[in-house]
């Protein structure tokens, strides 16, 4: 195989996308199974929402960065 040993820039930051994407899913789906019990700690759901919405803007940056700026 002659694959390079190292990732350049973007394809780290695709790789650190798909991740957090992929958390993000997984949390969504925990959040729902939660509300889902009838009577969901209010506490645990207010935490995962939390760590769903700072998933959610670390994604937006990391695209944000993979966009080339546009001088026009």
């Not at 899913?25 to 700690?41: F, Q, S, V, Y």
Request: hydrophobic share 40%; proline share 4%; charged share 40%.
């Amino acid at each position: 195989m002659n694959a390079p040993s190292e990732l350049n820039f973007d394809e780290m930051l695709s790789i650190r996308l798909e991740v957090l994407r992929r958390e993000h899913r997984d949390l969504d789906a925990a959040i729902h199974a939660l509300e889902e019990t009838g009577r969901p700690d209010q506490l645990t759901l207010r935490r995962l929402k939390k760590q769903k919405l700072a998933l959610k803007d670390q994604i937006v940056r990391i695209e944000d960065d993979m966009i080339p700026d546009i001088i026009a």
